[in-house]
Each structure stands twice: as C-alpha cells, then as structure tokens.
C-alpha cells in the first residue's frame, strides 16, 4: 500500500513560483519512479515531469526549462519547482507512482495562476 500526499499549491501572479510536494508512505518510494500530472478544468490529465529512483528526470515540453523535479528519499518525498508560472499552468497538480502493478494518485493540489 502506498499513500501520497500533495502539498504547497496556492494562487500566484504570472511569472511567480511555487514548490509542490508529495510525502509517500510506504518502503516502496526509493525503488519507484514518481511522477507529477496536472489535469485542467476541462481538459485531460497529463504528464507534467517524472523522476526515477536514481534521479533521472523528463518534462513535457511545455514546462521544460521552468519546472524541476527532484527527490529525497530519505525523506519519502518528491518535489516540484514550478518557476515563471503562466495561467496555462493553471492546474490541480497529482503525485503518482506505480508499484507491483498498481497505480496510486494523491488527492491533488489546486495551482492558480492569475493576476
């Protein structure tokens, strides 16, 4: 069983940052890739980055070069550095991983982007 727990969305201002997290419980977070997706009012969840167990990363393009993913897995947490946010941002932000088979989400976290 593994649990995640987003945290650190908010409203900001175009151009502003915010860092999310996703504590997870569980042994199984240094051996998972772990991943953040957003999904927009009326539109379908999609990948947003994803970090593997040793570190190596990948962004969808449209975030490449303002977001960064990164982990500690002392800690069972995975962060994302969203910087020069744009209301396209505008999201709820889920935390993911898969283990033996099975895929778990957070709850989600609400990002707004807006002036």
């Known amino acids: 069983q593994v649990q995640l727990v987003e945290s650190g969305g908010g409203l900001v201002q175009p151009g502003g940052s915010l860092r999310l997290s996703c504590a997870a419980s569980g042994d199984s977070f240094r051996i998972t890739t772990m991943g953040w997706y957003r999904q927009a009012p009326g539109k379908q969840r999609e990948l947003v980055a994803r970090i593997s167990s040793v570190g190596f990363t990948d962004y969808a393009n449209s975030v490449k070069g303002r977001f960064t993913v990164s982990r500690d897995n002392a800690e069972n947490t995975v962060y994302l550095q969203m910087n020069n946010l744009k209301a396209e941002d505008t999201a709820i932000y889920y935390c993911?991983?898969?283990?033996?088979?099975?895929?778990?989400w957070g709850k989600g976290t609400l990002v707004t982007v807006s002036s």
């Open positions: 993911n991983t898969a283990y033996s088979g099975i895929a778990y």
